[in-house]
């Protein structure tokens, strides 16, 4: 079996949010509880990028580029899971997905190669959920140095991503992203039959 290691993004201001949106909760569990418990059964090792708590969860904090987004994060993600023995992938995901698929890493690893790879369900990226080579942190610090597009998109696409074509009803989940208060209260007014 492949060692893969998690990281839950948590560092975002959430201005959309107004609030601390991991924090938020969801029934009776915090927003990032929920990815947690989803995601950690599908990795060997899971971490937190931000200033977030998560039982049996690595703190990475803001890492050394705070302010910079989730490519910030990825950074001290990578760095974390580069010093594990014999870890060499990455699998991130947003704090704010908490009916994130639970086979997931399962559907990234089908087919492992030297590349990024993403989901691409109904013609989108999911780039917030990506696997991730180790062996990438010099390209992720070099662009957060340069500074110009800090975006996952731009990430992926420069490192040759490969995009995985699923379709939604393959996955035990969805990505669901919880933006608003307006989001968070759809969620938990969905059907029984979604919880977390």
Not at 111 to 120: A, E, G, I, R, Y
Not at 168 to 179: T, V
Request: charge should be neutral.
């Amino acid at each position: 079996m492949t060692a893969i290691a998690g990281l839950i993004y948590a560092g975002g201001e959430s201005t959309r949010f107004g609030g601390k949106k991991a924090e938020a909760s969801l029934r009776g569990h915090r927003l990032i509880d929920h990815v947690a418990e989803r995601l950690g059964p599908q990795v060997t090792t899971l971490a937190v990028a931000g200033p977030v708590h998560v039982t049996n969860a690595t703190p990475l904090g803001d890492g050394v580029h705070v302010g910079k987004g989730p490519l910030a994060g990825l950074l001290a993600g990578l760095k974390w899971a580069s010093d594990l023995p014999g870890v060499k992938w990455l699998v991130t995901t947003p704090c704010d997905v908490p009916l994130l698929p639970k086979n997931l890493v399962s559907s990234l690893s089908n087919n492992l190669t030297d590349k990024p790879t993403v989901l691409n369900v109904a013609g989108r990226w999911q780039a917030g959920c990506a696997l991730w080579p180790t062996s990438v942190g010099p390209f992720i610090q070099d662009t957060l140095i340069k500074g110009e597009d800090l975006s996952l998109h731009r990430a992926l696409r420069s490192l040759n991503v490969e995009a995985i074509e699923i379709t939604s009803d393959a996955l035990d989940g969805n990505f669901l992203n919880i933006n608003t208060r307006e989001d968070l209260i759809g969620c938990t007014q969905s059907s029984s039959s979604h919880q977390p």
